[in-house]
């Protein structure tokens, strides 16, 4: 069994920064990919950004040069790092992992969700 806990969201001014994290936990063998997404109220979930295994990342065009994503895989960690947040960046942010567990199955993994609000 795996589970990915995320914390770090919450209310922020518009300009200012938060920080997501995210422990993956469980039965795991391997984390691939892991990555962040976000849904806003009437919008699709969309990818915000992502990093393999290996460190490679890849961000959303609206969050170049204002997030980081880093992980720490000794920890089975991945966070983002919001700066210059804008009322738009305002979401349900969850965090994703691509698990092989000990059984050799691998797999999709979500969190549960949390909620960053950009307003004054």
């Known amino acids: 069994q795996v589970q990915l806990v995320e914390s770090g969201g919450g209310l922020v001014q518009p300009g200012g920064s938060l920080t997501l994290s995210c422990a993956a936990s469980?039965?795991?063998?391997?984390?691939?990919?892991m990555a962040w997404y976000r849904q806003a109220p009437g919008n699709q979930r969309e990818l915000v950004a992502v990093v393999t295994s290996g460190g490679i990342t890849n961000y959303v065009e609206s969050g170049k040069g204002r997030f980081t994503i880093s992980r720490d895989n000794a920890k089975k960690m991945v966070f983002l790092q919001m700066n210059s947040l804008k009322p738009e960046d305002t979401a349900v942010y969850y965090c994703?992992?691509?698990?092989?567990?000990?059984?050799?199955?691998?797999?999709?993994?979500w969190g549960q969700g949390t909620q960053v609000t950009v307003s004054s």
């Open positions: 469980g039965t795991i063998f391997s984390i691939y990919n």
């Open positions: 994703f992992a691509n698990i092989r567990t000990l059984r050799g199955i691998r797999d999709d993994y």
